[in-house]
């Protein structure tokens, strides 16, 4: 085996084991589009000087290069998945996909089919240059695949579990005793519900939901996981975050009953994040005890920036929906701001993917290197903090980003992102899919990113 292939092999199996032992930290979640975040009107430098104008406020030139960069780049990734990745005989999406978008494994993982069916429909249902057949189309025939193949009974009466990995033709590998495959479940059918107009889809995401709440907040025993006596509950930010996003997914659009069925959850959510915020708020830890206490070892002293940083952007959406002020800001300060000034590698750049908040070494192989999806979660953190406060030190990191980001991981040559890179920024795994890379974190903070900047170019002064 060649140096590649076993770094590769010990990659994922550090990563599985996190996502096994420790919540799935690896988990980065849908989002409703972003006009439910209202942009207070934008104060800008209008010079074309510089970047930055007077006081350190960015140009609106600058802007509109960053929003015509990102606009241009989304349409490339978009362009590549439906070249790629659709499989025309057994329906679904290939997520391992080569540098070159060739195929290099055929396993079909259901957390990546279920986001790549509610990206499509979120393009197709907002944005007018991407309501093509081809999207649509694509997107029914993934929902059809998952629906077929992704349930799993856990025998006898119990509930059904969605499989985490499925062969080519739909028959089920593996299950993780998670609730993550599930969330994307719901996530792909209430979007595909909303795009065409099926109402059994619709019905099918709230009943899943509905044993997701059960598993969480009443008994977990039908996840499949043993009770073991040494095994010390915790609260991993995971599981609060994904649910989160979910209500706030099944709530978009449906009415004051659908939003006040679901209230309670939210704020229950939101509470069990702020939990995470520890040592006199001077860090956000990844797992913390049911109690929201430190927990002991490396288990307790794991941060992960990015997620910390996609965690702030979903309080500050929650926040603006609520009107709630003092959220804002313990979302900008703990979980946007706090986490970059730890994260960012001082040295190469970028956003450590693990740190140890008392300096040991992660224990994880993967730490120092810099991952995709982070830094787009700090882009759309930043640029959605700044809409809604117009702080310009926030702008200033949205450019900080944006600038690594274009710098480092698009693939001017054959399209896309690549995903993993060294601590120094070079290319590390060439693939642009995979068992965890698919068709969502990047056209998500692309699509996000472009109707922020929409909005606030559209209401500067």
């Known amino acids: 085996m060649c140096k590649f292939q076993f770094f590769y092999v010990l990659l994922l199996f550090q ?16 989002s409703p589009h972003p006009a439910h975040v209202t942009a207070a009107p934008l104060t800008l430098a209008s010079s074309a000087a510089g970047s930055f104008g007077p006081a350190g406020t960015m140009s609106v030139v600058k802007l ?80 059809a695949f998952l629906r077929k193949f992704a349930r799993v009974s856990s025998g006898g009466s119990g509930p059904w579990k969605c499989a985490f990995c499925l062969t080519r033709d739909g028959k089920a590998v593996k299950i993780q005793r998670t609730i993550f495959s599930e969330c994307f479940y719901i ?7 909303r795009v065409t107009g099926d109402k059994d889809m619709q019905l099918e995401a709230e009943q899943m939901m509905q044993q997701l709440i059960y598993w ?33 997914q099944l709530s978009e659009g449906r009415g004051q009953e659908v939003v006040q069925k679901y209230r309670e959850l939210g704020s229950w959510c939101v509470q069990e994040i702020l939990q995470h915020i520890q040592r006199d708020g001077t860090a956000i830890l990844e ?21 910390a940083l996609e965690a702030g952007w979903f309080l500050l959406q929650f926040s603006a929906e609520q009107g709630d002020e003092d959220l804002q800001r313990t979302a900008i300060d703990k979980f946007v701001e706090l ?22 070494c992660p224990t994880q192989l993967e730490w120092s290197m810099k991952l995709w999806w982070p830094h787009c979660e700090a882009l759309i953190a930043f640029l959605m903090a700044y809409s809604q406060t117009k702080r310009p030190e926030l702008l200033e990191r949205f450019s900080q980003v944006y600038e690594y980001i274009f710098g480092h991981f698009p693939d001017a040559k054959s399209g ?46």
């Open 416 to 461: 896309e992102w690549f995903g993993y890179l060294t601590q120094e920024g070079k290319v590390a795994l060439d693939f642009k899919g995979g068992p965890f890379k698919g068709f969502f974190h990047v056209p998500r903070c692309l699509y996000m990113c472009e109707r922020i900047l929409d909005d606030l170019l559209t209401n500067k002064d």
């Open 287 to 307: 797992n913390v005890s049911l109690e929201g206490a430190e927990l002991p070892g490396c288990q307790g002293r794991l941060q992960n920036p990015g997620h």
């Open 15 to 30: 990563w599985e084991q996190s996502v096994s032992r420790l919540g799935a930290v690896a988990l980065h979640f849908l």
């Open 187 to 193: 996530m792909a059918m209430d979007e595909l519900s």
């Open 339 to 360: 986490p970059y000034q730890y994260g960012w590698d001082k040295e190469h750049g970028g956003l450590f993917y693990f740190l140890d908040v008392d300096g040991h």
């Open 64 to 143: 509109e290069e960053c929003r015509e960069r990102i606009r241009t780049e989304l349409d490339n990734v978009v362009d590549f998945w439906l070249k790629y990745s659709h499989d025309t005989v057994h329906g679904g999406f290939f997520t391992c996909i080569g540098r070159d978008g060739k195929v290099y494994d055929e396993l079909k993982y259901v957390w990546l089919q279920g986001r790549q069916v509610w990206m499509y429909c979120r393009l197709y249902r907002t944005m007018d240059r991407f309501r093509k057949p081809e999207i649509l189309e694509a997107a029914i025939a993934g929902g």
């Open 216 to 248: 969480v907040r009443k008994d977990s025993s039908g996840l499949g996981r043993p009770q073991l006596s040494g095994d010390v509950p915790t609260n991993s930010m995971a599981v609060p975050m994904m649910l989160l996003c979910l209500v706030q």
